[in-house]
């Protein structure tokens, strides 16, 4: 297999560490392949969207969701180090309020499997990082909401001193116990 899968505390949210191929000259890692993805997951995806963000050391982007056409994200680093951040949305989830994180990093390879009904975000721990991830559907902005990156409920645990810089969007977040949830 061209990658291991390892869940995290989220069992469907999914570490998927790649089978990298390095010598002197460099590396090469197949870093998506559709039959493998399903083979290893289990699950049935169609990626619609490419995105690629870059980002100063503290920016933090997120966290996002789509309260309609959710989007499942399957996200990497290609440069630089993130901590990357998923929160169960889904009020029928046992795990709903919880969240996980994980170092994504140009070094580690890894890529994080997001699935549909989670909200995302990620700090930046580098001087810079460059932040890749496929979509499960297209980014609606009538449905994107945003939660408080500091919400006390949630409690994310960010590996960051100072304030993060952060859009006004993602300023003006919503609290977790106000924000628009899944069934």
């Not at 890894?110 to 909200?119: I, K, N, S, Y």
């Not at 460059?130 to 408080?148: G, I, V």
Request: avoid cysteine; proline fraction near 7%; glycine fraction near 6%.
């Amino acid at each position: 297999m061209p990658y291991t899968v390892t869940p995290t505390a989220l069992p469907e949210v999914l570490v998927l560490t790649p089978k990298v191929f390095g010598d002197a000259r460099g590396f090469f890692f197949e870093s998506f392949n559709a039959r493998d993805f399903r083979d290893v997951t289990g699950l049935q995806v169609e990626f619609v969207q490419d995105n690629h963000s870059k980002s100063a050391r503290g920016v933090l982007r997120g966290l996002h969701y789509q309260i309609q056409n959710p989007q499942g994200k399957l996200v990497r680093v290609t440069q630089g180090a993130v901590f990357d951040v998923a929160v169960d949305m889904r009020r029928s989830s046992p795990n709903f309020g919880k969240w996980v994180g994980v170092e994504l990093s140009a070094d580690n390879h890894r890529q994080l499997w997001v699935p549909p009904g989670f909200a995302h975000g990620f700090v930046v721990l580098s001087e810079s990082a460059e932040f890749l991830y496929k979509t499960t559907d297209y980014w609606y902005p009538e449905f994107e909401r945003s939660l408080r990156w500091n919400d006390p409920q949630l409690n994310i645990a960010w590996p960051i001193q100072d304030a993060p810089q952060l859009a006004k969007k993602d300023a003006e977040g919503s609290l977790f116990a106000n924000a628009d949830t899944y069934e």
